[in-house]
C-alpha cells in the first residue's frame, strides 16, 4: 500500500490562499488516481477534487470550482491543493486519498488509502 502524509494546512484569514501537499511513500502514485476530501466537525467527509493518473483530467466539487487547483508531481511523488479565495466555511481537515479504482471518483469507497489528515481554519 501506498503511505500519505498531507501538510501545509493553518490558519489564514478569508480570502488567503494555502497550498496543502500530499507526500506519499512505499508506492510509486503514477499507479494511483489521487483525491481531496474534507470533513468539517459535524459534517460527513465531502469531496474537494480529484486528478487522474498522468494529471491530465481534474475533477472539482462545485462549492470550489475557480478557487482551488488540484495538481501533482509523479516524479516527486506528491499532489497539490492549491486553495485560493478562502472562505469560513472552507474550514475542515483536508484528506488525501488514492484510487487504483477510478479516477475522478467523489465517493469515499473508490479510494484505497487515506492520510491523516490536515487542519484547515480560515477566519472571517
Known amino acids: 500500500q501506498v503511505q500519505l502524509v498531507e501538510s501545509g494546512g493553518g490558519l489564514v484569514q478569508a480570502g488567503g490562499s494555502l497550498r496543502l501537499s500530499c507526500a506519499a511513500s512505499?508506492?510509486?502514485?503514477?499507479?494511483?488516481?489521487m483525491g481531496w476530501f474534507r470533513q468539517a466537525p459535524g459534517k460527513e467527509r465531502e469531496f474537494v477534487a480529484a486528478?487522474?493518473?498522468?494529471?491530465?483530467?481534474?475533477y472539482y466539487a462545485d462549492s470550489v470550482k475557480g478557487r482551488f487547483t488540484i495538481s501533482r508531481d509523479n516524479a516527486k511523488n506528491t499532489v497539490y491543493l492549491q486553495m485560493n479565495s478562502l472562505k469560513p466555511e472552507d474550514t475542515a481537515v483536508y484528506y488525501c486519498?488514492?484510487?487504483?479504482?477510478?479516477?475522478?471518483?467523489?465517493?469515499?469507497?473508490?479510494?484505497?488509502?487515506w492520510g491523516q489528515g490536515t487542519q484547515v481554519t480560515v477566519s472571517s
Open positions: 486519498a488514492a484510487s487504483t479504482v477510478v479516477a475522478g471518483s467523489r465517493g469515499d469507497p473508490d479510494y484505497d488509502n
Open positions: 512505499g508506492r510509486t502514485i503514477r499507479n494511483y488516481a
Open positions: 486528478i487522474s493518473w498522468s494529471g491530465g483530467s481534474t
